[in-house]
């Protein structure tokens, strides 16, 4: 009888503990850091590589999502990285992978836009320092109407961007 009330005991705990990181973990997605907002566009889920020690550029991804009736224009982008960031896109060139600098970026009504791997993506120059994993650091859009929007970037393990073919 004793085992099976431990036993219960045991499950109890495992619930409450499953039933906060529950509640734990749906605090950080909507917490600040991870989503900004302004009426016009939400941005979701930045991030990054780790670098290599030397490594002077890298990209950036994010998910921007405009939930307007109108298209919305973002301008440029900064972080705290360096002073350089610009806005890419990779395309075919003669079998060569090319990037192409874009001055600006269109949302339009209703739709999102994914920077990602291998398509528009944020380019940062001249970055001062190593990247590790699990760093963060902020990123700044600036839109047309001169809105400015915020975003943390996290670093992620080198290793995922093997994993995934990136
Ligand atoms: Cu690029």
């Given amino acids: 009888m004793k085992f099976v009330e ?7 705990i495992f619930l409450l503990t499953f039933l906060f990181s529950l509640i734990f973990n749906s605090l950080l997605i909507n917490s600040p850091s991870s989503m900004e907002k302004n009426n016009k566009i939400v941005l979701h889920g930045g991030y990054t590589f780790e670098t290599f020690k030397g490594q002077k550029n890298t990209s950036i991804y994010i998910s921007v999502f405009n939930n307007t009736k109108e298209n919305q224009v973002i301008k440029s982008v900064s972080t705290s990285l360096s002073k350089v960031s ?25 739709s999102s836009l994914f920077f990602q791997p291998g398509k528009k993506h944020i380019m940062v120059m001249n970055i001062k320092k190593k990247l590790n994993d699990g760093d963060e650091f902020d990123l700044e859009f600036v ?24």
């Fill in 86 to 110: 610009e806005f890419h896109t990779s395309k075919m060139i003669d079998n060569i992978n090319k990037m192409i600098k874009l001055e600006e970026i269109s949302v339009p009504a209703k």
């Fill in 143 to 166: 839109l047309a109407d001169g809105s400015i929007l915020r975003s943390k970037i996290k670093v992620l393990n080198r290793k995922l961007k093997t994993m995934n073919h990136m």
């Fill in 6 to 12: 431990k036993k219960k005991i045991r499950v109890k």
